[in-house]
């Protein structure tokens, strides 16, 4: 990234008078630096132990989708590690009663005392019931304080001091709580109670696991006993078993799933046709298809996406939350979508039945065939079990894209960490030459942010002067290459505004907005540009300047980390 520059010119900060500075202050800085270092490389470990026990926690609950305890075990014990606890314990709630479903590191005869004051109701007289009532952290750095907390002989037997617990909450619901506790009056820190309420998400998703697991294991016992002396049963748990092991291998697509319960719907329901709709709140969207002639699944194309209406039997299913069917869908004139493909596709009668998550239309699915008359109760049973195996997919799609959503939050913020701590080395062996600092930054800022070109100017009277950077426009700059301080510019005006300025295609803006620069950037291919100033007790000493070949603007936390 180190571009040749003229003699004398490389380090003009260095001719600054300054005052000497002891050999006393320089070893003051020092032992600052670091300080400052080891504090940044003991975050980073704090943050692989925590990515470490989340990944640990996930892989409990990928083995064990029909017991909970497992994943409640391994939470007790990572909490209790990593929050420095004396003790940690795991509540479920149902409703009504808090049960103690997990402890770590209590004494036997302690174990049993606290196994006697549950099952507890909601209330302020204790930590884990406190939470359930507010369904908010619970943070008690000293409990004599606390003049709510009424177990006070317990609190004596197990000799802590301080608590905190978190509550596990589904869609805003409490249904649990994970406490740790403390021997000394000592509070907890800021990112150990985030740890905590991230071991509470992952608790809930493993509960959500099981109860759908467990749900969708009672109805297809119900099927097979229901069945079990008619060949159409093993076909039936056939399909089923299918659309679980494809639901096991695509955790993160739904799509597959759809298009084998399509499938298996249209053959065992002896359809003509099959087809399945997702309903996002306000449009349905076909999703999947089966046994549609051409004509027939053009129809059905270019008829979504649409909002629920009583035109479609997908739309009523939807609307009235349960299941629906016409006989003879050639006398429906109510239906037009559906009276126009049973014109075209020759089908009579329907059925549709609703996918619904806690009693919330998701999807329907719809199936017709030749024959007029009612479907078996046998077909709507399965055509029941097929929808809440897709409501069982569109929930794993939704759990693992929020949960693949924090493990990229804690990546971006370990590789955030990992850079700080890089420059902060760097900074540490360079006392005396900023030039290595500056490459340091402008490596670790284009990589973080993804830029293709991202320049460090700082300011020099009335011009900027770049002092490091990297990619092609970098590369290309003379060696007195100087940015004029004015408002023209976009780098300069950051600096004289003292402002973050960022504009998402520079292509777009006005060619009088800014002619300093704009040109040249346009040549280069630059369409998103974003400019950070350097600021120090309210005055701009320079800026950073990141670009884009493409129009993709920065992300809110990208332009937080340029000005971090």
């Known amino acids: 990234m180190r571009r040749g520059a003229k003699p004398g010119k490389a380090k003009v900060k260095a001719r600054l008078p300054v005052a000497r500075k002891s050999r006393k202050s320089e070893g003051s800085k020092r032992r600052e630096l670091e300080k400052r270092l080891a504090e940044a490389l003991q975050r980073e470990q704090v943050l692989v132990e925590q990515q470490t026990a989340t990944a640990e926690i996930l892989s409990v609950i990928s083995s064990s989708p029909t017991d909970v305890q497992p994943v409640f075990d391994t939470i007790t014990q990572n909490a209790l590690e990593l929050c420095g606890a004396a003790s940690s314990l795991l509540t479920t709630f149902d409703g009504e009663l808090l049960h103690l479903a997990a402890l770590a590191n209590v004494r036997p005869g302690v174990a049993d005392s606290l196994r006697r004051v549950y099952p507890m109701r909601p209330g302020r007289g204790a930590a884990g019931v406190r939470a359930i009532l507010t369904r908010a952290v619970v943070h008690i750095p000293d409990l004599r304080e606390d003049p709510e907390y009424a177990l006070r002989d317990l609190v004596q037997a197990l000799d802590f001091r301080s608590v905190l617990a978190v509550p596990m909450l589904r869609e805003g619901k409490p249904i649990g709580t994970i406490n740790v506790h403390k021997g000394d009056p000592e509070p907890f820190s800021e990112s150990q109670i985030a740890l905590l309420q991230t071991f509470a998400a992952q608790a809930v998703i493993a509960i959500e696991n099981v109860r759908l697991f467990t749900e969708l294991q009672q109805k297809n016992g119900a099927l097979t006993q229901a069945h079990a002396q008619v060949s ?72 979504f996406p649409r909002a629920p209406t009583r035109e479609s039997m997908s739309g009523r299913a939807i609307l009235d939350g349960t299941v629906v069917q016409s006989e003879d869908m050639s006398t429906d004139e109510g239906t037009a979508l559906s009276h126009q493909l049973s014109r075209v596709v020759g089908s009579h009668a329907y059925l549709s039945v609703p996918m619904l998550r806690e009693g919330v239309p998701v999807g329907a699915i719809t199936v017709a065939r030749r024959e007029r008359g009612s479907f078996p109760a ?59 600092v500056f490459e340091s930054l402008v490596d670790s800022a284009a990589r973080l942010c993804g830029a293709n070109d991202l320049l460090l100017l700082v300011r020099e009277g009335d011009v900027l002067r770049p002092v490091a950077g990297i990619g092609p426009f970098w590369g290309s700059l003379a060696a007195d290459f100087r940015v004029p301080l004015v408002r023209g510019s976009i780098a300069a005006r950051s600096v004289i505004d003292g402002a973050t300025l960022h504009f998402p295609d520079l292509a777009a803006l006005s060619e009088t907005e800014f002619p300093t620069g704009r040109d040249l950037q346009l040549r280069f291919g630059h369409r998103t540009v974003l400019a950070v100033p350097l600021v120090r007790e309210g005055s701009a000493l320079g800026t950073i300047f990141a670009l884009r070949f493409e129009v993709r603007p920065f992300a809110d936390q990208q332009i937080a980390l340029l000005k971090t």
């Open 378 to 436: 046998r077909q709507v049973e399965l055509l029941k079990t097929f929808a809440d195996q897709a409501v069982i997919a569109i929930e794993n799609v939704r759990l693992f894209t929020e949960l693949e959503a924090r493990n990229r939050d804690l990546t971006t913020a370990l590789d955030q960490q990992t850079a700080t701590s890089d420059i902060l080395r760097v900074i540490s062996q360079s006392q005396t030459d900023l030039q290595p």
């Open 232 to 303: 159409e049963a093993l076909e039936q748990q056939t399909a089923t078993a299918e659309i679980l092991r494809v639901i096991s291998s695509s955790p993160t697509d739904g799509q597959p799933v759809f298009d084998v319960i399509v499938e298996s719907a249209c053959r065992l329901c002896d359809a003509v046709f099959a087809n399945a709709v997702q309903f996002d709140g306000e449009l349905m969207h076909n999703m999947a298809h089966y046994g549609f002639s051409p004509e027939g699944l053009d129809i059905l194309m270019r008829a």
